[in-house]
């Protein structure tokens, strides 16, 4: 439900042919999206460089459609769920197909990216939508293990561990990084913060879409030219293998 004040002022907002003009400064997603360059500018490639995200396989987009969509889930939601961007803007329910290719959900039938598509992302968002999806399954993969915590402060839950995660990745990537750059540094953080507990878990999200063990990254300064993988690294591929996540199956 909208808040009573949008509520009014949209009452104010009509167009010439009946339409509702929303201001996009009252889409919560929206604005924690173009806040999140700050983040990403800043944490890439250490304190003293915030020009580190200029190359063609950056992620920049991604994390901002990322932190738009972790910091409005909530405890109720479902990995499933279609989750669009851009949505109140438009006008649409936070499953409408907001502004990008594909809503996200760990559901491959709503949302089928892969690294492989980066071949047909010319444009940075089209980029970054890549990026985000994967981060997104991350999230719903240790929120399958540990579960949700509103608390972004204090918890220890699986969002709360992967936004630690991120974060962490962020500032270990190089200048310029693409985006197994990007998953390796994930990794790492991984082994910093958790001593390396998650690591398959990891290794099993991005290899789901195509950033496994044996992808290519080609050239960081180029999207279009990678090589996706699905696999994991055998130190992954167990004998009795533990409970695999429902949603890493489909």
Request: charged residues 15%.
């Amino acid at each position: 439900m909208q808040h009573l004040a949008v509520q009014e002022l949209t009452e104010h907002l009509i167009l010439p042919f009946g339409a509702v003009d929303i201001d996009g400064s009252f889409d919560n997603g929206i604005i924690t999206h173009e806040y999140g360059h700050g983040v990403s500018n800043r944490l890439t490639g250490g304190p003293n460089n915030s020009n580190c995200l200029n190359n063609g396989e950056q992620a920049g987009e991604g994390w901002s459609d990322w932190l738009a969509i972790m910091f409005t889930q909530e405890a109720g939601d479902a990995g499933a769920d279609a989750r669009g961007v851009g949505t109140f803007a438009l006008g649409e329910p936070n499953n409408g197909p907001g502004i990008r290719r594909y809503p996200y959900s760990t559901d491959m039938g709503i949302n089928p990216e892969t690294y492989g598509l980066l071949a047909q992302s010319s444009e940075v968002h089209d980029v970054g939508e890549v990026w985000c999806t994967v981060l997104w399954d991350l999230n719903w993969a240790l929120r399958d293990l540990s579960g949700f915590d509103p608390d972004w402060i204090n918890g220890t839950s699986g969002n709360n561990i992967t936004m630690a995660l991120v974060m962490e990745g962020m500032k270990l990537q190089p200048c310029g990084p693409g985006f197994l750059d990007g998953r390796d540094a994930i990794l790492l953080a991984d082994d910093n913060l958790y001593g390396g507990i998650h690591k398959c878990l990891i290794w099993d999200v991005f290899a789901r879409r195509g950033m496994g063990y044996l992808a290519d990254q080609g050239s960081a300064n180029t999207a279009g030219d990678e090589t996706e993988d699905f696999s994991i690294p055998p130190f992954c591929q167990i004998p009795v293998a533990p409970p695999v996540l429902n949603f890493l199956q489909t």
